[in-house]
């Protein structure tokens, strides 16, 4: 978030994380001077999310989770989100057509380390969907991940 920040001086934004890493966000934030443009919030996103940004960005964050779970975390942004807001989700993806890659390799260990999984585009296109959202644009970075940008529909 900072480093959004850093490069947006007219940007405002919250960090939400679990309760006990906000304490570590605070202390950034606090660092960059930026306690009138940002601020760290503790909660549950299984329940809920804050409300009324027009960008969520969710990095490295669904591939520590099964569909099920994923699409919680997605049902609440799209609940949370403005109606014209956009989200960005940052990930390490599979290409669609299974060529060998390094994200194949992290798909193996989320499985084993966390229950979760990396996924091809074509499955986050329907994620994003069941989600109330449509994948807007796929860009890649160079490197095994992409960046997701979705719509609210």
């Given at each position: 978030?900072?480093?959004?920040?850093?490069?947006?001086?007219?940007?405002?934004?919250?960090?939400?994380?679990?309760?006990?890493?906000?304490?570590?966000?605070?202390?950034?934030?606090?660092?960059?001077?930026?306690?009138?443009?940002?601020?760290?919030?503790?909660?549950?996103?299984?329940?809920?999310?804050?409300?009324?940004?027009?960008?969520?960005?969710?990095?490295?964050i669904?591939?520590?989770?099964?569909?099920?779970?994923?699409?919680?975390?997605?049902?609440?942004c799209?609940?949370?989100?403005?109606?014209?807001?956009?989200?960005?989700?940052?990930?390490?993806?599979?290409?669609?057509?299974?060529?060998?890659?390094?994200?194949?390799?992290?798909?193996?260990?989320?499985?084993?380390?966390?229950?979760?999984?990396?996924?091809?585009?074509?499955?986050?296109?329907?994620?994003?969907a069941?989600?109330?959202?449509?994948?807007?644009?796929?860009?890649?970075?160079?490197?095994?991940?992409?960046?997701?940008?979705?719509?609210?529909?």
């Open positions: 978030m900072l480093a959004i920040l850093d490069v947006n001086p007219h940007v405002r934004g919250t960090v939400f994380d679990r309760p006990h890493v906000v304490e570590a966000a605070r202390q950034a934030i606090h660092d960059k001077n930026y306690q009138a443009r940002c601020e760290a919030v503790g909660g549950d996103f299984f329940q809920g999310v804050p409300s009324g940004a027009d960008l969520y960005v969710l990095k490295f669904l591939v520590d989770w099964k569909d099920e779970e994923a699409l919680r975390i997605l049902q609440n799209r609940t949370a989100i403005v109606p014209d807001g956009k989200l960005l989700v940052i990930e390490m993806t599979i290409p669609d057509d299974n060529r060998p890659s390094a994200a194949q390799l992290f798909d193996l260990n989320m499985l084993v380390m966390t229950g979760g999984q990396e996924r091809m585009v074509s499955e986050y296109r329907t994620l994003l069941k989600a109330g959202f449509r994948l807007t644009c796929v860009i890649p970075t160079g490197s095994p991940f992409h960046l997701l940008e979705a719509v609210a529909v």
